[in-house]
Structures are given as C-alpha cells and as structure tokens.
C-alpha cells in the first residue's frame, strides 16, 4: 500500500530556477492538497483540488502554480524560485469529506 | 476565523505523566477535529479525531476532550512514553464550495523523558 507517494524527497535549487513537484496517491481519493509546512507555522494550505478537474487557491498561493492531471496525480510548480519558498511540502489526499487526512513522506527544497 | 490555536509551543513531561494539549477555534462551521502526529523527517499521520456531537473520544492512551460551547478541545496523552515524542497538531474541517478544507494548529513539540 504506497497511498501518497512525492517525489522528489529532497532537491536544491538556485534563485530563479523552475520545478515541479510531483505526487501520486493510489487510494481514489477526489480530494488532493498541497502545504508547506515551516518552524512554528503549522501547515498552511498552498492549492488544493476537490475533484479531479478543479483546483482552488489556499493560504499561501503566491509564487506556486498546480495541476490535477488526473483523479491520482497532483503536482505543484513553483516557475521562478524564491528563498522564501525554502520548505517542506507535503501532498495529501481524501475522499472528500470530513474525514481523514492521508499525507506523503514531504518534499524539502532549498532555494539557494 | 480560519485560524486554529494550539498551546503549548513545547512540552516536556517525564515517562509515566500525562501529556495535555490545548486548540481553540473560532469557525463554528468545523466539523471534524483530527489530531495528528508528526515523526521527524516523516508526514504527519492521523492519531485521533472526533465529531462535535461528542465530548470525549477515547482510543487507548489517547483523549480528545471537546467543548463545544468554548470552542475549545484537547488531546490528553496519559502515561506517556518516550516513543510519543513528537509534534502534535490539531486541525478543523469544515466543507466549503471547494470541498473539504482544513485548519490546521502550529503544533507542538512534545519531549517524553525516559
């Protein structure tokens, strides 16, 4: 049972440089959900997409671009990077509802 | 009034003692309290969680307190063991148009001391 797999686990990069973080769940979950998670703040909640087709802005969504590609895959894109996005990201996904919340093992990125 | 209070920031509490954590909300539309654990270097996981239909929930060692009037509910650890040592966040839920959103605490780090 893999549930919410990210990759990648740990990447460097330099200011202005692109990626994408990528993430795959396996237990068919219409929900899926990006936070970065810093000292002292908690998770705050980046994008999120209630159902495969719709993605919707969270706390912090400045600097961050994301797309459903299907009902099992949800990734975040971050176009020009910033020290400031130096964090831990983590996915997660649920059915929909009140219920629980399955989270990945988290990407950390450090911008140079 | 999307915003989850937690306190304490950190807790030391030697092998045996009960380990207490306190979140305050404000958005009466939550519904669904979930706790989670979060080991270093991993994600956080679910330990526990209750609807606002109940006081308490009750799974092992692990209590959820819930007060509805007060907004307020907590997690009570009781004999606590150094394999707790962790961070604890509680979160709120509630269903938006979007979907589900939830809330989550700042979250504390809680030390048990063997």
């Known amino acids: 049972n893999a549930g919410v797999t990210q990759t990648p686990k740990f990447q460097v990069l330099k200011t202005g440089q692109s990626m994408t973080l990528q993430c795959a769940q396996d237990?068919?979950?219409?929900?899926m959900y990006w936070y970065r998670q810093d000292p002292g703040m908690g998770l705050r909640l980046i994008y999120y997409?209630?159902?495969?087709?719709?993605?919707d802005k969270g706390e912090v969504p400045n600097g961050y671009n994301v797309s459903r590609l299907n009902k099992r895959e949800f990734s975040l894109r971050l176009e020009s990077a910033a020290p400031s996005q130096t964090s831990v990201y983590f996915c997660?996904?649920?059915?929909?509802?009140?219920?629980?919340?399955?989270f990945g093992e988290g990407s950390r990125l450090t911008v140079l | 009034q999307q915003q989850v209070k937690q306190s304490p920031q950190s807790l030391i509490v030697q092998k045996g003692g009960i380990s207490i954590i306190n979140c305050a909300y404000e958005?009466?539309?939550?519904?669904?309290f979930p706790w989670y654990q979060q080991f270093p270097g991993k994600g956080p996981a679910l330990l526990i969680a209750?609807?606002?239909?109940?006081s308490e929930k009750k799974e092992g060692r692990f209590t959820i307190s819930f007060n509805k009037s007060a907004k307020q509910f907590s997690l009570h650890i009781m004999d606590s063991q150094p394999g707790d040592s962790a961070t604890y966040f509680c979160?709120?839920?509630?269903?938006?148009?979007?979907?589900?959103?939830?809330?989550f605490g700042p979250g504390t780090r809680l030390s048990v001391l063997p």
């Open positions: 997660a996904s649920t059915w929909g509802g009140p219920g629980e919340l399955f």
């Open positions: 237990m068919n979950h219409n929900s």
């Open positions: 997409s209630a159902s495969e087709g719709t993605t």
């Open positions: 958005n009466t539309a939550f519904d669904y």
């Open positions: 209750i609807r606002p239909d109940v």
């Open positions: 979160a709120a839920s509630s269903r938006d148009n979007y979907g589900q959103n939830f809330v």
